[in-house]
């Protein structure tokens, strides 16, 4: 059997995204670097040249003051994802589209032009938005509790996928002898008439070289977990240590076997920032630089406030016990995040001071080394199954430059990745089946909402 192979993604935050507010001081970056497509296509050629499987662009549609530099002002997923794709050739295109804030219909579309433009690269995080300010730019007063958030979210993805089946792989006949250009037969409407949705389709878009765009998710509550084990192909989280990352895996894999789905079918892809320099010494040294001039505590305080809502912390005396009374603004927010930082700050007794302080401190790399060191790490993670691949944050571009020219070489010649592109679709550099065009049962017929695994 092959030998399983590690997947790589490239995030990029430009000028800056959360936990490094000041990046845009390098002078390694344009100050315009998120809304530069010209910076993008430099840095996502890297990637590919590193035959990196794909470059992930994470959104939100809500920002505040304290909003890190790169959410003021970047480029829309789709339209950035568009322009990347037409100046690569292999690298994956994922982008981050909410199912609160767009029309099934839409974003189906727009989604499938993507897969045909890239030639099937497109991938498509499936969010439910975890800032709930989005709401009052969509006439709402307020974001939608999980329960809503989630539910839609099911049903919306039973919608695209619906869609997406408009047409059967042979549909359009296109035989200028005979005049026929489609086989009526072979296009189908949806017809769908759900608790959130009603959508008769069909798409007017055929289906692309990979079938359908790659699903990805990112949730991390119970309702978030079970929409990745049942729907997603990729999921993308965080781990701060190999434990942490083999529970999340373990976790994910098994939901989607007692769902009847083949775990291997589904690429565990953490995200990691990683110091390299020519000794650990001085890879340590360069994280503590970095991480110095990358965030000030007045920072990171303000950013706080992001998981509760964007609720502002500034207004608690900081060396007072941490005001659990906040977490009540979370409930529409990123409220799973926001519980644990809470859990933590009670169970250690922490001043809100000391939990700002904490989560800084646990902003720290596990991949901190020499090339030689960060390689084997890698692969100590991956052979302990805590993770199928890792999304690299770009970061200050030298490191990124580092890890492309150091690092991957180290983990080819140990044969975990790939020379070369062995295909030119995003499904096919993940390992994943090629879905045909066919009706799906309905997702709510199959997996409950919120229950525990
Ligand atoms: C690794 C990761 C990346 C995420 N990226 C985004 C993003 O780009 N945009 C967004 O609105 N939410 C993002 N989310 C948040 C989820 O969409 C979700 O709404 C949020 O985490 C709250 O739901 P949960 O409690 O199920 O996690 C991300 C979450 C994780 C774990």
Do not use: C
């Not at 809503?148 to 919608?159: C, F, I, M, N, Q």
């Not at 890698?378 to 770009?394: P, V």
Request: glycine share 8%; hydrophobic share 40%.
């Amino acid at each position: 059997m092959a030998q399983r192979q590690i997947k790589l993604g490239l995030v990029t935050t430009g000028t800056g995204g959360p936990g490094d507010s000041n990046r845009w001081l390098d002078p390694d970056i344009p100050l315009d670097a998120s809304v530069n497509i010209d910076w993008y296509i430099d840095v996502v050629r890297q990637a590919e040249a590193a035959k990196f499987d794909l470059v992930f662009i994470v959104d939100s549609q809500y920002i505040t003051k304290d909003s890190p530099p790169h959410y003021l002002n970047r480029l829309e997923p789709l339209t950035l994802l568009s322009a990347l794709a037409v100046a690569t050739t292999h690298i994956g295109l994922v982008g981050t589209l909410t199912t609160s804030y767009n029309a099934p219909f839409n974003l189906a579309r727009r989604l499938a032009s993507l897969d045909l433009i890239s030639k099937g690269r497109a991938g498509w995080n499936v969010v439910t938005s975890g800032d709930a300010g989005a709401a009052g730019n969509y006439g709402r007063d307020e974001h939608y509790d999980y329960e809503t958030r989630y539910g839609r979210a099911r049903e919306y993805l039973d919608v695209v996928r619906g869609l997406w089946s408009s047409y059967e792989e042979d549909a359009f006949v296109r035989d200028r002898a005979t005049g026929v250009f489609l086989d009526p037969a072979k296009l189908h409407a949806l017809n769908h008439k759900g608790t959130y949705f009603s959508v008769k389709g069909p798409l007017n878009i055929q289906r692309s070289p990979q079938g359908e765009p790659v699903i990805f998710q990112a949730g991390d509550s119970d309702y978030g977990r079970n929409l990745g084990a049942a729907s997603a192909d990729a999921i993308f989280t965080h781990a701060s240590s190999i434990e942490q990352g083999q529970a999340f895996y373990r976790d994910i894999k098994e939901r989607a076997a007692k769902l009847g789905r083949n775990p291997d079918q589904i690429v565990i892809l953490p995200g990691f920032t990683v110091y390299i320099g020519d000794s650990d010494d001085q890879a340590r040294e360069a994280e503590q630089h970095f991480r110095r001039i990358d965030q000030s505590f007045e920072q990171s305080l303000g950013e706080f406030g992001r998981s509760f809502g964007w609720h502002d912390f500034r207004q608690y005396d900081l060396d007072a016990p941490f005001p659990v009374q906040a977490l009540e603004f979370a409930r529409t927010s990123f409220y799973t995040a926001a519980k644990r930082m809470t859990d933590l700050a009670v169970s250690r007794n922490f001043t809100l001071r000391e939990t700002v302080e904490f989560l800084r401190a646990a902003r720290g790399s596990p991949f901190v080394g020499s090339p030689e060191t960060v390689a084997n790490e890698i692969i100590r993670w991956f052979d302990g199954r805590a993770l199928d691949g890792l999304n690299i944050h770009l970061g200050h571009p030298s490191q990124f430059t580092r890890f492309t020219q150091e690092v991957v070489p180290i983990l080819q010649e140990r044969g975990v990745f790939r020379r070369d592109y062995e295909d030119t679709t995003l499904r096919g550099h993940l390992g994943l089946e090629k879905p045909r065009a066919a009706p799906r049962a309905k997702a709510a017929e199959v997996w409950p909402l919120a229950a525990s695994a």
